[in-house]
């Protein structure tokens, strides 16, 4: 059974810095994929930000390019988000997500995800 748990989530200033993190268990296979998407309040998921366990391979949205840092530790099957330079409208609930057999564009922009974490949410206000 997958199980991802996410935690790092809190309230920032403008411009201040947070990192997420993501404890994944239960995978069976090598080749999946961990990502972190967000949801606004009234807006739709969106994709963030999607490493490949396999490869290394990563993909961005274009909202948090040179801002955000995705990286993985695969003795710990943990990922990270490193969020810099944070805005207001960076403001969500932020949820770890794992697919297998795709691609990191595949699962952060068509969503093709098989399991979800609970979320963490990430306030930046002043």
């Known amino acids: 059974q997958v199980q991802l748990v996410e935690s790092g989530g809190g309230l920032v200033q403008p411009g201040g810095s947070l990192r997420l993190s993501c404890a994944a268990s239960g995978f069976t296979l090598d080749y999946y994929v961990i990502g972190w998407f967000r949801q606004a309040p009234g807006k739709e998921r969106e994709g963030v930000s999607c490493i490949s366990r396999r490869d290394g391979s990563t993909y961005y949205a274009d909202s948090v390019k040179g801002r955000f840092t995705i990286s993985r530790d695969n003795a710990k099957i943990t990922v990270y988000l490193q969020m810099n330079s944070l805005k207001p409208e960076d403001t969500a609930v932020y949820y770890c997500?794992?697919?297998?057999?795709?691609?990191?564009?595949?699962?952060?922009?068509?969503?093709?995800?098989?399991?979800w974490g609970q979320g963490t949410q990430v306030t930046v206000s002043s």
């Open positions: 997500a794992a697919g297998g057999f795709t691609t990191v564009q595949a699962m952060c922009v068509m969503r093709r995800v098989d399991y």
